[in-house]
C-alpha cells in the first residue's frame, strides 16, 4: 500500500496494488504520477489523479520481506520535466520516457560487478549517479550515454542512498549501512561542465519541455541588455510577465510592447487544451483462490482438505505437501523441476500446473504442462502429464470430484477426467481470472468488458458437469466493491459460491431468489488498521462462520510462522442493527438464506440430515414469532399481519399469532389472521387436489366408446380401481363398503364407476356462528387444564415442523384416504377378533399408566409447588408456566431446612395410602393368576378328554422332589 497526502489540505489517497512489501517510492516533478518498486518483482507507474497503475514491469527478483532483497531499487526522475525516469536493475540503469513509457537509454560500465541499487539525477537533469551493494559509486553523462566518474566506499560498505548538493551539480553525499555519512566532491570533469552559466540558471528555474520558448525568451533578453549584467537580471520578474501573458489573451500587445515578439506561435498551441481521454484501468490479472504471490516462499493454495508450500530459492526449488486429515493421504515433498506455480488440492488428487516459456514455441519441452496425482488410484500408477498444446498457457486449475480443468490464455476451457482422458473443450468471452470448483461445480471467473475508471468489469459462468451438463450462470456480471479487485473465489463447504473482494466484502449466490449475489460479511469492520486484512480460505454456513487469517499490514499471510486460522461470523448489511427489530430481522434472513443449500442438495437427489434443516425452519419461526410480538407490543397491526402473510408458512405458527394477538387485545388484527389463515387453508386444499388427481386412464376411453368386446385387459384380477369395470363383482362390493366408511359418495353407471370426494373444510380458524362466541376457540384442539398459568407464553408450544406433512392439511391426508379406498375389506370375524385384541390392549394400557400414576413418587418441592402456584402466577402475571416453574424451585431452595422437612413428611404421609392401594392391587393381581392356573389345568376339552396341564411352578416341583426323596 503507498499513501499519498496533500501538506496543504491533509488530505490522503492510497493506492493499492502490490503483493509484497515496497522498496521505494518517487514522487513526479509534475505530481502526476508516482513511481514505485516492491519486493514481488515489479515497478509500477501510478496514475495520481485515478489512484490506478497505469504501467508495471516483472523486472527485479522477487522475494518476501526488504531483509531478503539483494536490491533497495531507488527510482528517480529527472528534476523539472519528469521526461525521463530511471530504474536501477541488475548490472544497469534503465531510462523510460515519460507517458510512453518505452525504454530509451541504458546505462552501465564495465567495473560494475554487483547489484545496481540505487539511481540519482543531478539537479540539472544531466547527470545520473548510481551505486552498487558493493560500494561501488558512478556518475553517468546523459547526453553521451558515458561513465565520468567512478569513486568505490573506502571500506566496501554498501551505500544505501545517494544524494546531489541542490545548489550545484559537482558535489555528492552518500550514506552507508553502518550509518556513516560521507561526501564525494568534484565528480563532475571541467569539460562537461554547463557551457553557459546564465542558460544554466535560468534552466534551474524554468527546467519544463512546455517552457522551452520561455528560456529563450529570458535569454535574448539578458544578452539584448548591455547596460545591465546577467547577475541583475530579474528572472523572476520576467517569469509573471510570461505567466500572465499565457494566461490572458487580451495582453497580446503588452507582451510586444515589453520586447517579446520571438514567441513562435507557442501561445496559440497552449491556448487550446489537447483532449485527453479517460484513463482506462488495468485488466486484473489472472489468480489462483487461496495462493499468495510468486515469491521465494509462498502458499500454493490452501482450501479445507490441506496446504501445498512452494519454495523457489538458490538452494532448493521444491514443493511441500500437506493434508489437515492425514487419514486422507501422508504429507509429500516433490521436486519442482517443471517449474509448475498453479495448484489445487482435493480428497482424491493434487494437481499442478505450469506456465512453461512462452516465447520458446519449438521446443515441446517448454510447453504449459499439467500434472496431476491421484492418489485415490487403486493401481501402481498415480501420476500423468499433459502438455498443452503449442503458445497456449495455462493460467488456472481447479479439481472437482472425478475431473480436473484448467483454462488457457486462449480463452479455451478444458476438462479432463481424473484418470487422464480428455472430455469438454470450450471457450470463454474473455481473459480467465479465477477459477473454482466443488463437486460437479465448475465456476469461472473472467474479464468480460472494460470497467469504468478504476473498477473491474467482470463476468462469472457456473456450470454443472453432471449428465445434464446444466448451465446455472451464463455470462452474468459478477459485482466487486467499487475500486477493488476479486481477490478469493471459491464454494462453501456446502457448495455454495462465494467470492471476496480487496474491500473485504464477502457475497455468495443465493439459488432460491434469481441467482443473485448478496452480501453476507464485511472482513475489513473486524480489522483494527486501515493496512490490515483477511486472507480467506474456507467457508462453512452450518454452523455458519469464515475460516481467514489475520494479516497485518498486507494482503497475504508469510509461510513461517504457521498462521493462525481465525472464524469470523456472517453478518448481514441490514439497516438499524442496533435496534432489537434489527437484529431480529437478521437473525430469519441469515438463516434462511444460509439454508438454501438444503434446496439444492434435494434437487440433486442426495442425501442430509433433515433435523439440520427442521431446526433451520424452527430457528426461522422463531425469529418471526418474536418480531410478530414485537410488532403486536408497538401497535403496528399491519406490520405484524404482514409477517403472518408473506414469512409464516407454517400452521402452528399462524395459531400461536392469532392467539397472541387475542390475548394482547388486538381483536381487528386477529380476526384479519383468522380470516388469513382459512383461505390458506382452502388454497392449500385445492393445490393438493390438483395434485392428487388422477389421470384418466385409456381403456375408460375404450368402453366409454361402447367396445364391450373381451380382452385380458377386462379379464384382470385383483382390486378393483376407480375409473375401471371388473368382472369381480364380490370385490366392487367390498369397494363400496370402504367408500361409505370413509365419507364418500359413488356413482356407478354400467361403464364407469367415478368416486366424488367429500371435501370438509377445516374448522380451525373459521368464525364461529354464534353472537358472541370467542372466534378464536380452536374446536378440534382439547380445551386447556383448568390449572394452566394464566400468564404462560404462547411460544413455548412450538415444536419443530416435519418435512413429510403439509403445512396446512387437516389430520388425514389424501394419499391415506385413497390408500384405504383401494384396500380389500377383511371378513366380519376378522374384524372383530381384531377390535377385541385392540380393546384389551387399550385396557392394558391404561391399567399400566394407572399404577404409573399411583407409583409416581411424591416430593416435597412438588406438593409446595402445587399449592403456591396460584400466588406465583398472580403475583408474575408476565412469566410462562416454565418460567413460574423455575421460579418456585429458586423459592422453596431459600424456605428454612426445617420448613422444607416439613413439607417432605407431609408429602411421604400423603403418598403412605398410595402405596398401600398399590401393594393391594398387586396382591390382588398374584391372587387372580394363581386362580388363573389353577383353572386353566383342570379345564376339559368338549368331547371329556382332558386337556394337557401346564406344568408347575418351579417351588411346586422342588416341594414334590424333597417329598419323594424322603420318602424313599
Given at each position: 500500500m503507498?499513501?499519498?497526502?496533500?501538506?496543504?489540505?491533509?488530505?490522503?489517497?492510497?493506492?493499492?496494488?502490490?503483493?509484497?512489501?515496497?522498496?521505494?517510492?518517487?514522487?513526479?516533478?509534475?505530481?502526476?504520477?508516482?513511481?514505485?518498486?516492491?519486493?514481488?518483482?515489479t515497478?509500477?507507474?501510478?496514475?495520481?489523479?485515478?489512484?490506478?497503475?497505469?504501467?508495471?514491469w516483472?523486472?527485479?527478483?522477487?522475494?518476501?520481506?526488504?531483509?531478503?532483497?539483494?536490491?533497495?531499487?531507488?527510482?528517480?526522475?529527472?528534476?523539472?520535466?519528469?521526461?525521463?525516469?530511471?530504474?536501477?536493475?541488475?548490472?544497469?540503469?534503465?531510462?523510460?520516457?515519460?507517458?510512453?513509457?518505452?525504454?530509451?537509454?541504458?546505462?552501465?560500465?564495465?567495473?560494475?560487478?554487483?547489484?545496481?541499487?540505487?539511481?540519482?539525477?543531478s539537479?540539472?537533469?544531466?547527470?545520473?549517479?548510481?551505486?552498487?551493494?558493493?560500494?561501488?559509486?558512478?556518475?553517468?553523462?546523459?547526453?553521451?550515454?558515458?561513465?565520468i566518474?567512478?569513486?568505490?566506499?573506502?571500506?566496501?560498505?554498501?551505500?544505501?542512498n545517494?544524494?546531489?548538493?541542490p545548489?550545484?551539480?559537482?558535489?555528492?553525499?552518500?550514506?552507508?549501512?553502518?550509518?556513516?555519512?560521507?561526501?564525494?566532491?568534484?565528480?563532475?570533469?571541467?569539460?562537461?561542465?554547463?557551457?553557459?552559466?546564465?542558460?544554466?540558471?535560468?534552466?534551474?528555474?524554468?527546467?519544463?519541455?512546455?517552457?522551452?520558448?520561455?528560456?529563450?525568451?529570458?535569454?535574448?533578453?539578458?544578452?539584448?541588455?548591455?547596460?545591465?549584467?546577467?547577475?541583475?537580471?530579474?528572472?523572476?520578474?520576467?517569469?509573471?510577465?510570461?505567466?500572465?501573458?499565457?494566461?490572458?489573451?487580451?495582453?497580446?500587445?503588452?507582451?510586444?510592447?515589453?520586447?517579446?515578439?520571438?514567441?513562435?506561435?507557442?501561445?496559440?498551441?497552449?491556448?487550446?487544451?489537447?483532449?485527453?481521454?479517460?484513463p482506462?484501468?488495468?485488466l486484473?490479472?489472472?489468480?489462483?483462490?487461496?495462493?499468495?504471490?510468486?515469491?521465494?516462499?509462498?502458499?500454493?493454495?490452501?482450501?479445507?482438505?490441506?496446504?501445498v508450500?512452494?519454495?523457489?530459492?538458490?538452494?532448493?526449488?521444491?514443493?511441500?505437501?500437506?493434508f489437515?486429515?492425514?487419514?486422507?493421504?501422508?504429507?509429500?515433498?516433490?521436486?519442482?523441476?517443471?517449474?509448475?506455480?498453479?495448484?489445487?488440492?482435493?480428497?482424491?488428487?493434487?494437481?499442478?500446473?505450469?506456465?512453461?516459456?512462452?516465447?520458446?514455441?519449438?521446443s515441446?519441452?517448454?510447453?504449459?504442462?499439467?500434472?496431476?496425482?491421484?492418489?485415490?488410484?487403486?493401481?501402481?500408477?498415480?501420476?500423468?502429464?499433459?502438455?498443452?498444446?503449442?503458445?497456449?498457457?495455462?493460467?488456472?486449475?481447479?479439481?472437482?470430484?472425478?475431473?480436473?480443468?484448467?483454462?488457457?490464455?486462449?480463452?479455451?476451457?478444458?476438462?479432463?477426467?481424473?484418470?487422464?482422458?480428455?472430455?469438454?473443450?470450450?471457450?470463454?468471452?474473455?481473459?480467465?481470472?479465477?477459477?473454482?470448483?466443488?463437486?460437479d461445480?465448475?465456476?469461472?471467473?473472467?474479464?468480460?468488458?472494460?470497467?469504468?475508471?478504476?473498477?473491474?468489469?467482470?463476468?462469472?459462468?457456473?456450470?454443472?458437469?453432471?449428465?445434464?451438463?446444466?448451465?446455472?450462470?451464463?455470462?452474468t456480471?459478477?459485482?466487486?466493491?467499487?475500486?477493488?479487485?476479486?481477490?478469493?473465489?471459491?464454494f462453501?463447504?456446502?457448495?455454495?459460491?462465494?467470492?471476496?473482494?480487496?474491500?473485504?466484502?464477502?457475497?455468495?449466490?443465493?439459488?432460491?431468489?434469481?441467482?443473485?449475489?448478496?452480501?453476507?460479511?464485511?472482513?475489513?469492520?473486524?480489522?483494527?488498521?486501515?493496512?490490515?486484512?483477511?486472507?480467506?480460505?474456507?467457508?462453512?454456513?452450518?454452523?455458519?462462520?469464515?475460516?481467514?487469517?489475520?494479516?497485518?499490514g498486507?494482503?497475504?499471510?508469510?509461510?513461517?510462522?504457521?498462521?493462525?486460522?481465525?472464524?469470523?461470523?456472517?453478518?448481514?448489511?441490514?439497516?438499524?442493527?442496533?435496534?432489537?427489530?434489527g437484529?431480529?430481522?437478521?437473525?430469519?434472513?441469515?438463516?434462511?438464506?444460509?439454508?438454501?443449500?438444503?434446496?439444492?442438495?434435494?434437487?440433486?437427489?442426495?442425501?442430509?440430515?433433515?433435523?439440520?434443516?427442521?431446526?433451520?425452519?424452527?430457528?426461522?419461526?422463531?425469529?418471526?414469532?418474536?418480531?410478530?410480538?414485537?410488532?403486536?407490543?408497538?401497535?403496528?397491526?399491519?406490520?405484524?399481519?404482514?409477517?403472518?402473510?408473506?414469512?409464516?408458512?407454517?400452521?402452528?405458527?399462524?395459531?400461536?399469532?392469532?392467539?397472541?394477538?387475542?390475548?394482547?387485545?388486538?381483536?381487528?388484527?386477529?380476526?384479519?389472521?383468522?380470516?388469513?389463515?382459512?383461505?390458506?387453508?382452502?388454497?392449500?386444499?385445492?393445490?393438493?387436489?390438483?395434485?392428487?388427481?388422477?389421470?384418466?386412464?385409456?381403456?375408460?376411453?375404450?368402453?366409454?366408446?361402447?367396445?364391450?368386446?373381451?380382452?385380458?385387459?377386462?379379464?384382470?384380477?385383483?382390486?378393483?380401481?376407480?375409473?375401471?369395470q371388473?368382472?369381480?363383482?364380490?370385490?366392487?362390493?367390498?369397494?363400496?363398503?370402504?367408500?361409505?366408511?370413509?365419507d364418500?359418495?359413488?356413482?356407478?353407471?354400467?361403464?364407469?364407476?367415478?368416486?366424488?370426494?367429500?371435501?370438509?373444510?377445516?374448522?380451525?380458524?373459521?368464525?364461529?356462528?354464534?353472537?358472541?362466541?370467542?372466534?378464536?376457540?380452536?374446536?378440534?384442539?382439547?380445551?386447556?387444564?383448568?390449572?394452566?398459568?394464566?400468564?404462560?407464553?404462547?411460544?413455548?408450544?412450538?415444536?419443530?415442523?416435519?418435512?413429510?406433512?403439509?403445512?396446512?392439511?387437516?389430520?388425514?391426508?389424501?394419499?391415506?384416504?385413497?390408500?384405504?379406498?383401494?384396500?380389500?375389506?377383511?371378513?366380519?370375524?376378522?374384524?372383530?377378533?381384531?377390535?377385541?385384541?385392540?380393546?384389551?390392549?387399550?385396557?392394558?394400557?391404561?391399567?399400566?399408566?394407572?399404577?404409573?400414576?399411583?407409583?409416581?413418587?411424591?416430593?416435597?418441592?412438588?406438593?409446595?409447588?402445587?399449592?403456591?402456584?396460584?400466588?406465583?402466577?398472580?403475583?408474575?402475571?408476565?412469566?410462562?408456566?416454565?418460567?413460574i416453574?423455575?421460579?418456585?424451585?429458586?423459592?422453596?431452595?431459600?424456605?428454612?431446612?426445617?420448613?422444607?422437612?416439613?413439607?417432605?413428611?407431609?408429602?411421604?404421609?400423603?403418598?403412605?395410602?398410595d402405596?398401600?392401594?398399590?401393594?393391594?392391587?398387586?396382591?390382588?393381581?398374584?391372587?387372580?393368576?394363581?386362580?388363573?392356573?389353577?383353572?386353566?389345568?383342570?379345564?376339559?376339552?368338549?368331547?371329556?378328554?382332558?386337556?394337557?396341564?401346564?406344568?408347575?411352578?418351579?417351588?411346586?416341583?422342588?416341594?414334590?422332589?424333597?417329598?419323594?426323596?424322603?420318602?424313599?
Amino acid at each position: 500500500m503507498i499513501k499519498l497526502v496533500v501538506v496543504e489540505d491533509r488530505s490522503s489517497r492510497v493506492f493499492y496494488g502490490h503483493q509484497a512489501p515496497i522498496l521505494s517510492v518517487a514522487l513526479d516533478p509534475l505530481e502526476e504520477y508516482i513511481a514505485s518498486s516492491s519486493c514481488d518483482g515489479t515497478v509500477r507507474i501510478w496514475t495520481i489523479a485515478d489512484q490506478v497503475s497505469e504501467m508495471s514491469w516483472n523486472i527485479l527478483p522477487k522475494c518476501n520481506d526488504i531483509t531478503f532483497s539483494k536490491t533497495l531499487c531507488r527510482i528517480s526522475w529527472k528534476p523539472g520535466s519528469g521526461e525521463f525516469v530511471a530504474v536501477p536493475i541488475e548490472k544497469e540503469v534503465r531510462l523510460y520516457a515519460r507517458d510512453t513509457w518505452e525504454l530509451v537509454q541504458t546505462l552501465t560500465d564495465d567495473q560494475i560487478k554487483e547489484v545496481v541499487s540505487i539511481a540519482a539525477f543531478s539537479p540539472c537533469g544531466n547527470f545520473l549517479a548510481a551505486a552498487c551493494i558493493d560500494g561501488l559509486m558512478l556518475v553517468w553523462s546523459i547526453n553521451s550515454s558515458k561513465c565520468i566518474e567512478r569513486q568505490k566506499h573506502e571500506k566496501g560498505f554498501t551505500v544505501c542512498n545517494l544524494v546531489w548538493n541542490p545548489k550545484g551539480n559537482n558535489e555528492l553525499a552518500y550514506t552507508d549501512v553502518q550509518g556513516q555519512v560521507g561526501t564525494l566532491e568534484d565528480v563532475i570533469p571541467n569539460d562537461c561542465q554547463p557551457q553557459s552559466a546564465a542558460v544554466g540558471a535560468a534552466s534551474d528555474l524554468f527546467a519544463d519541455d512546455d517552457e522551452d520558448f520561455m528560456l529563450t525568451a529570458a535569454a535574448q533578453a539578458a544578452a539584448g541588455d548591455g547596460d545591465d549584467s546577467n547577475d541583475d537580471m530579474d528572472f523572476s520578474a520576467q517569469k509573471k510577465r510570461l505567466q500572465a501573458l499565457l494566461h490572458d489573451d487580451d495582453s497580446m500587445d503588452t507582451a510586444a510592447a515589453d520586447g517579446f515578439t520571438n514567441l513562435p506561435g507557442a501561445v496559440e498551441e497552449l491556448a487550446v487544451p489537447a483532449a485527453r481521454l479517460p484513463p482506462q484501468t488495468a485488466l486484473q490479472s489472472a489468480f489462483q483462490p487461496g495462493s499468495t504471490p510468486e515469491l521465494s516462499h509462498r502458499f500454493m493454495v490452501w482450501n479445507s482438505v490441506g496446504v501445498v508450500r512452494a519454495y523457489n530459492t538458490e538452494e532448493e526449488n521444491s514443493i511441500d505437501i500437506e493434508f489437515h486429515d492425514t487419514a486422507t493421504h501422508h504429507a509429500m515433498h516433490i521436486s519442482n523441476h517443471l517449474e509448475l506455480t498453479l495448484a489445487d488440492i482435493s480428497a482424491e488428487a493434487v494437481l499442478l500446473a505450469g506456465e512453461g516459456d512462452s516465447t520458446d514455441t519449438e521446443s515441446t519441452t517448454a510447453a504449459s504442462k499439467l500434472v496431476c496425482m491421484h492418489f485415490s488410484s487403486w493401481d501402481s500408477n498415480k501420476e500423468w502429464t499433459v502438455a498443452m498444446p503449442t503458445g497456449e498457457v495455462i493460467k488456472a486449475a481447479c479439481l472437482g470430484i472425478g475431473w480436473a480443468s484448467v483454462v488457457t490464455d486462449h480463452c479455451n476451457v478444458r476438462v479432463f477426467t481424473i484418470g487422464g482422458l480428455q472430455r469438454e473443450v470450450f471457450s470463454i468471452p474473455g481473459p480467465v481470472v479465477s477459477m473454482a470448483a466443488h463437486s460437479d461445480q465448475l465456476m469461472i471467473v473472467y474479464h468480460s468488458g472494460a470497467g469504468v475508471p478504476g473498477d473491474q468489469c467482470l463476468g462469472v459462468t457456473l456450470i454443472h458437469l453432471n449428465k445434464r451438463k446444466t448451465m446455472i450462470l451464463d455470462g452474468t456480471r459478477l459485482p466487486v466493491s467499487p475500486r477493488t479487485k476479486l481477490t478469493w473465489l471459491g464454494f462453501s463447504a456446502e457448495g455454495t459460491p462465494m467470492t471476496l473482494d480487496s474491500g473485504g466484502v464477502v457475497r455468495m449466490l443465493n439459488k432460491s431468489f434469481s441467482n443473485v449475489w448478496c452480501q453476507v460479511a464485511n472482513l475489513k469492520s473486524h480489522t483494527k488498521g486501515k493496512s490490515d486484512n483477511y486472507w480467506v480460505v474456507g467457508v462453512t454456513e452450518n454452523p455458519s462462520h469464515i475460516r481467514c487469517i489475520l494479516c497485518k499490514g498486507k494482503a497475504y499471510p508469510a509461510t513461517l510462522p504457521q498462521p493462525i486460522v481465525t472464524l469470523l461470523p456472517f453478518e448481514l448489511p441490514l439497516c438499524e442493527m442496533s435496534t432489537e427489530k434489527g437484529v431480529l430481522e437478521e437473525q430469519y434472513w441469515k438463516s434462511k438464506l444460509l439454508s438454501g443449500h438444503f434446496g439444492f442438495w434435494k434437487s440433486l437427489g442426495l442425501e442430509f440430515d433433515e433435523n439440520e434443516q427442521l431446526a433451520a425452519i424452527n430457528t426461522q419461526q422463531e425469529a418471526l414469532i418474536k418480531l410478530f410480538a414485537l410488532s403486536c407490543r408497538a401497535d403496528r397491526e399491519f406490520r405484524a399481519e404482514e409477517i403472518c402473510d408473506s414469512f409464516m408458512s407454517t400452521e402452528q405458527a399462524m395459531q400461536l399469532a392469532i392467539k397472541y394477538a387475542s390475548r394482547m387485545k388486538h381483536m381487528s388484527l386477529a380476526n384479519r389472521l383468522n380470516e388469513l389463515a382459512r383461505k390458506k387453508m382452502e388454497q392449500e386444499s385445492e393445490d393438493e387436489e390438483e395434485r392428487e388427481e388422477p389421470e384418466e386412464d385409456f381403456r375408460v376411453a375404450l368402453e366409454a366408446g361402447h367396445n364391450h368386446s373381451s380382452t385380458e385387459w377386462s379379464s384382470s384380477s385383483g382390486k378393483a380401481e376407480p375409473g375401471k369395470q371388473t368382472s369381480n363383482w364380490g370385490d366392487n362390493e367390498d369397494d363400496d363398503e370402504n367408500i361409505e366408511e370413509d365419507d364418500q359418495e359413488t356413482v356407478e353407471s354400467p361403464l364407469l364407476t367415478v368416486n366424488t370426494k367429500k371435501v370438509d373444510t377445516p374448522a380451525r380458524f373459521l368464525l364461529s356462528s354464534g353472537g358472541t362466541k370467542n372466534p378464536f376457540k380452536i374446536a378440534s384442539q382439547p380445551s386447556p387444564k383448568k390449572n394452566a398459568s394464566k400468564g404462560a407464553s404462547v411460544f413455548d408450544s412450538i415444536q419443530k415442523p416435519t418435512l413429510k406433512e403439509s403445512v396446512w392439511k387437516g389430520a388425514s391426508s389424501l394419499d391415506q384416504k385413497r390408500h384405504q379406498i383401494r384396500k380389500k375389506k377383511n371378513s366380519s370375524q376378522t374384524t372383530l377378533t381384531a377390535n377385541m385384541k385392540r380393546q384389551t390392549e387399550n385396557t392394558e394400557n391404561s391399567e399400566g399408566k394407572q399404577q404409573d400414576a399411583v407409583t409416581k413418587r411424591i416430593t416435597g418441592l412438588s406438593l409446595w409447588q402445587q399449592e403456591h402456584k396460584e400466588e406465583h402466577e398472580a403475583e408474575h402475571p408476565e412469566m410462562d408456566e416454565a418460567e413460574i416453574i423455575k421460579f418456585g424451585i429458586q423459592t422453596y431452595r431459600k424456605l428454612p431446612e426445617n420448613e422444607r422437612n416439613e413439607w417432605n413428611t407431609r408429602a411421604s404421609i400423603s403418598q403412605a395410602p398410595d402405596a398401600a392401594a398399590a401393594a393391594n392391587a398387586e396382591d390382588v393381581d398374584k391372587k387372580r393368576k394363581r386362580d388363573t392356573t389353577n383353572d386353566d389345568i383342570a379345564e376339559e376339552s368338549a368331547d371329556g378328554t382332558q386337556k394337557k396341564k401346564k406344568p408347575l411352578s418351579t417351588n411346586a416341583n422342588t416341594r414334590l422332589s424333597n417329598f419323594v426323596f424322603k420318602k424313599q
